[in-house]
C-alpha cells in the first residue's frame, strides 16, 4: 500500500512500512523513512508506484483548465477528491485525484487551502483581479524580454536611457528597466557598463560621470536660486593696524584666509591669522545659510567647481588684496627667538589686505636655500615681492617650529615625500563645465615646501587654539578627533574638545574656510559670540550643548565630504587617464603597494596620481621599483589594469605616508585611499524578470 501525504507544503508519496493509530512509517523511493500523521495522508493507494503517480499527477496537473476547475467547484469548502470527481467523471483515478490535487494547492488565485487536501473556491471579484495581475506581470515580462533584446543587439529603449544613473546607481531592483539590464547583460556575457556603452546609453565618458554626480547630489541643477544677495555688515568694526596677506593657489576665488606679522625685531612678535566673515552677515536659518547647509561645502574637480556659496556672495566676503575686509582675527603673541607663545586674542575687525600671494607663482623663488640664506641675498632674479623677505623667513622658522612641536606629540615625524598633483585643462572657458577633451595639464606641488607649510601650519594653530578656547568657555563646537594613530583608528566628527593624535594637538575644529565649507562656517558663528560675550558666550551662541542641530549638521556633512571628496578624486582619475592616451603612454614607472588576491598588485605610479592593479609582480616585495606596460584605458569604468616589465630597484622603498589633503589645514592622515574603478550597484545574481504566475523566474 502506498500513501500520498503533505509534508510542509511539499507532496510527497511513498510505501507503507507500519501504521498506528495516529501516524504511519513510509519509505520514500529513495530509501529514507519518515513518519508521517494520519491528518497528513492525503491519498492512498496500490498503483501505480509512488513516483510514477507524481509524474502522472504532474503532467494532468498542467492540462486541467482553471477556470472551468473554479466553475465546477462547489461554493462550500470542498476536499480535492470532490473537485476530481465533478471535473474528470464519477470515479477519477489515482493519477487524477493527485493531479486535481497539484493544481488546485499551485492556484491560489482560484482555490484559498482550507486545510490538509481541502479548498474554498475564491470570490469572482478576487479571482478576476488576480488574473489581471497574471496577465500585468506576463506583459510585463514580455516588456522586460523585449528591452533586453534591443540592448544585447546594440539598442538603447528610451525608457532605459531615461533611467540610466537609478539603474546603475541607486536602483529600484524591481523596475522593469533595471531587470532589462540584468537580462541583456547576462545572456549577452557582457558588463553592464560595456553593454550600455555598446548600446549607445553612454555617450560621452566625461559627461556620464558628471551627469552620474549631479543624478547623485544635485538632482535639481547646480544654479543657485534667483534673489539671493549677500547681506552686508553693518557691525562698526576697528581698521586692524596690520597687514596681512594671503597663500593661495592661483585658480583660487574663495580666499578664506591670511596672515600678518607685528613687532619683527622687537623680541616679541604677534602672529596675525585672519578669517573671512561671512558669520558676521550670515545667520543660521537665513536664506544664505539654508543653501549653505544644503551644499555644505564647495565641491573641487579639475577644470570646475561647484561653490557652496553664489560667486557674488563670495566675493563680498573673500580676502581679496587691495581693500579692508571683515575678518575673525586670531592674534599670537610670541617669543620672537624662541617661538614660547605668551598669549592669544580674538578680535572682529576690518583687515587691510596688502596682497593675495599664490603658490604656482612662488614656489620657485621663496626656497628654503633663499629663506635660510644670507640677509642681503637677491630673490633669485625675480621681481620684488609683496611681502618682506624677513616675515617669510620668521614664518617659514615658526611653521618649523610648530611642526616640530607637533610632531613630538605625533610620536613621529610626518612625511612629505609625495607630492601634490595639480590639473589644469588647456583653453578651458572659466566658469563652463568641461566637455571632456580638453588637454590636460598635471603639475607637481612638493608638499611641506616653505609656503605651503606657512599655511598649514598656522591654520592647524588657529584651529587648535579656537577649539581649545571654545571649550573653555563652554561653547560647543564641530571638532575633528582621532584618539591614537594604531591601525583602524579613524579620525572622527563630534562636539567634543578631544585630542586628535594625527595632527598632534589637544583639540581641533574646522574654523578657518568659513567661504567653502559649512562645519567651519558653524565653528565661525559660536567663535563670533565668544569674541563678543566672553565667560557669557555660552548663553548667546546660536548653537547650546548637546543641540541636536550640531550633530545633523555633523552627519549630513560628513556624508556629503566625503562623496565629495570621492568625486573630486574620480575626476581627477579620470583626467589621469585622459593625459595617458593623449601623451601615448604605453609603460610607466611604479611602485608596489599590496598584494591582492589572483596574484595581483595595487602598484602606484610615480609621476602621475594613478593607483592600479598589475600582474606579473608574483614574489616581489611592498615598496618594489618597477616598469609597468599598460593596458587598455577605460574611461567609463576608470580603470586600466597593467603588466610588470622590468625590476628598476630590488631595495623596497621607505613609507610614502604623507600627509592630509587639505592644503591649507593639513590633518596629516596618512595616505586617502586613491580613486580607484568605478562601481555599479547592478547585481547580475538578481533575478532578471517575473515568471508568469508572478513569482521569480
Known sequence: MFV???????????????????????????????????????????APAPAALLAQAQAQAAEIELQLAWEFAPDDEFAFADLAADYFGDAPSVAQQAAALLALHEAPHYFRRAGKGRFRKAPAEIVAQALAGIEKKKQLAAQIAAWATELAEGRTPAPVAEQLYKILFRPDK????????????????????????????????????????????????????????????????????AQAYSIDDSHTTEIDDALSLQGLGSGTVTLGIHIAAPGLAMAPGDAL?????????????????????PDEVVQAYTLSEGRAVPAVSLYVTMDEATFEIQRSETRLERVPIAANLRHDQLDTVVTPAWLEGPEDESQNGSQPLPIGRSQLSFLWRLAQHLKARREQVRGKPENFNRPDYTFRLAGQEAGAVPAGDEEVLIGQRQRGAPLDLIVAEAMILANSTWGQWLASLGVPGIYRSQASLAPGI??????????????????????????????????????????????????????????????????????????????????????????????????????LLKEQSGGAWLVRAESLPLVFSVMGAAGMARGTRVRVRLGTVDDIALDVSGTVTQVLDTEPAASRAGAGEDGDDDEGEGDAPASGPLSIAVDMADDPAPGADGQPG
Not at 500523521?37 to 491519498?43: D, E
Not at 545659510?289 to 556659496?309: H, N, W
Not at 565653528?523 to 555660552?538: D, F, L, M, S, V
Open 490 to 591: 579613524k579620525v572622527r566628527m563630534g562636539t567634543k574638545a578631544l585630542p586628535h593624535a594625527g595632527i598632534g594637538v589637544p583639540s581641533y575644529a574646522w574654523s578657518t574656510s568659513p567661504l567653502r565649507r559649512y562645519v567651519d562656517l558653524v565653528n565661525q558663528w559660536q567663535i563670533i559670540a565668544a569674541a563678543r560675550h566672553g565667560q557669557t558666550a555660552a548663553l548667546a551662541a546660536p548653537f547650546k550643548p548637546k543641540d541636536a542641530q550640531l550633530f545633523a549638521v555633523i552627519s549630513a556633512f560628513d556624508a556629503a565630504y566625503t562623496a565629495y571628496n570621492q568625486h573630486q578624486a574620480g575626476m581627477e582619475r579620470f583626467w589621469t587617464l585622459q593625459y595617458l592616451r593623449q601623451h601615448g603612454l604605453t609603460e610607466i614607472d611604479a611602485v
Open 174 to 241: 524591481n523596475a522593469p528597466e533595471y531587470k532589462a539590464v540584468v537580462e541583456a547583460a547576462r545572456t549577452s556575457g557582457k558588463p553592464p557598463l560595456t553593454l550600455l556603452r555598446d548600446a549607445g546609453a553612454i555617450g560621452s565618458a566625461y559627461q556620464f560621470h558628471w551627469q552620474r554626480f549631479l543624478f547623485e547630489h544635485f538632482p535639481r541643477g547646480t544654479a543657485f536660486p534667483e534673489g539671493l544677495q549677500a547681506p552686508a555688515i553693518t557691525e562698526e568694526l576697528p581698521l586692524a593696524e
Open 289 to 309: 545659510d539654508e543653501v549653505a547647509r544644503a551644499r555644505l561645502s564647495t565641491v573641487y574637480m579639475p577644470g570646475y567647481k561647484i561653490t557652496m556659496l
Open 4 to 46: 500520498l501525504f503533505d509534508e510542509a507544503g511539499k507532496f510527497q508519496a511513498g510505501r507503507i512500512l507500519s501504521e498506528a493509530e495516529a501516524s504511519a512509517q513510509v519509505e520514500l523511493d529513495s530509501g529514507k523513512r519518515v513518519k508521517v500523521k494520519a491528518a497528513n495522508q492525503l491519498l492512498r493507494f496500490d
